[in-house]
């Protein structure tokens, strides 16, 4: 049993190192191609807002993580029964790396992503670049981009680690 925990906090872990990974690269390139456009500010913004933009989007991804597995063990256990669910406790991780190969999964993975993105695009335009000399308009294409570009595709993937 210690053995199947022990594996299990690893695998938590090596999901989160991933994302982490996956959500700086994504936000440094997503920030760069905002302050390019504007090359008025160009290093300037980027510096100012990097590092906002990443923990506020992977607050976004974290937010649309718990709800969208939230969502999955709902919908394991309105499938497959409660009994079913006390032996799904057991390999928690499994439910952090569900891979989409049913409609519902795949419906509810969508879902976290989009929250993620809508999330993200809010964070960005309410907090992240309200201290920067963008007009609303440029505010508001600069949040759209670093939303489409730092959405949680990595949802989408299974990363599977044997126990």
Do not use: H
């Amino acid at each position: 049993m210690e053995q199947y925990i022990f594996w299990g906090l690893i695998s938590v872990l090596f999901v989160f190192l991933i994302s982490v990974i996956i959500k700086l690269i994504m936000n440094s390139i997503a920030v760069k191609t905002v302050s390019v456009i504007y090359r008025n500010t160009d290093y300037s913004i980027f510096s100012e807002i990097f590092g906002r933009a990443f923990l506020y989007g992977y607050l976004a991804d974290l937010i649309g993580c718990l709800i969208g597995t939230i969502a999955l063990t709902t919908d394991d256990i309105i499938k497959n029964g409660f009994a079913y669910w006390q032996l799904y406790l057991l390999s928690f991780p499994s439910i952090l790396a569900a891979s989409p190969y049913d409609l519902s999964t795949l419906i509810i993975t969508i879902f976290s992503v989009a929250l993620s993105m809508t999330l993200i695009f809010v964070f960005c335009y309410s907090k992240v670049l309200t201290e920067t000399d963008l007009s609303n308009k440029q505010r508001l294409i600069s949040s759209i981009i670093i939303a489409l570009i730092t959405a949680p595709y990595y949802f989408l993937f299974s990363i599977v680690i044997p126990l």
